[in-house]
């Protein structure tokens, strides 16, 4: 008798809790804004991107400017990662654009050094996207290379 009393408690109680949960409002129904931005545009402000176009002016110009010193090789392995992981686009850009080449620093347009940083970013494995890098090493600061860091 007591046992059953104990089981049959027990069993309202769950039978609350299913109920409780199951009446729970299902939460994220929200009617999708009715005003929505229309569509393909992905928030201009909180991501930067890159365009493969502006990748592959990048290697052009890497190729002719700075094989004669590096290898390409070079801006995508360990020791890239390692080095750039911690910083942001920004401060990639700030080293090449004042300190490269080596034997002419600053000597190419700004919208090379950005055509370049792309060229890196796609060789990381960032994906392009439909807008440009901007030459412009504070907008770049918002772009972390942490994920050269997986
Ligand atoms: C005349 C030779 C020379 C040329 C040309 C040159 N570099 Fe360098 N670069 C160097 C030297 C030397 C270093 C210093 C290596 C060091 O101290 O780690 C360096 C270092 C770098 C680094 C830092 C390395 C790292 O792993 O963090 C980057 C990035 C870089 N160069 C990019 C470029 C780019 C982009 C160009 C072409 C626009 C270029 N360099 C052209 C000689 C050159």
Not at 7 to 12: E, G, I, K, M, S
Not at 21 to 43: D, Y
Not at 53 to 61: F, I, L, S, T
Not at 127 to 134: A, F, I, Q, R, V
Request: a negative charge; proline letters at 9%; aromatic letters at 10%.
């Amino acid at each position: 008798m007591r046992m059953n009393s104990k089981c049959l408690n027990f069993f309202v109680v769950l039978g609350l809790a299913a109920c409780a949960s199951s009446g729970a409002p299902a939460a994220p129904e929200v009617a999708a804004p009715a005003e929505a931005a229309p569509e393909p545009a992905p928030a201009p402000s909180s991501a930067l991107s890159f365009t493969s176009a502006q990748a592959d002016r990048g290697r052009d110009v890497f190729r002719s400017v700075c094989t004669t010193c590096h290898y390409s090789e070079e801006f995508n392995d360990q020791i890239f990662k390692r080095s750039w992981r911690r910083s942001s686009a920004g401060d990639l850009y700030d080293f090449i654009a004042t300190s490269m080449p080596e034997d002419a620093p600053g000597s190419l347009p700004p919208t090379q050094y950005a055509d370049i940083i792309a060229y890196f970013l796609q060789m990381n494995g960032f994906d392009p996207g439909s807008m440009e890098l901007p030459a412009d090493a504070d907008a770049l600061k918002a772009l972390s290379l942490a994920p050269l860091g997986n």
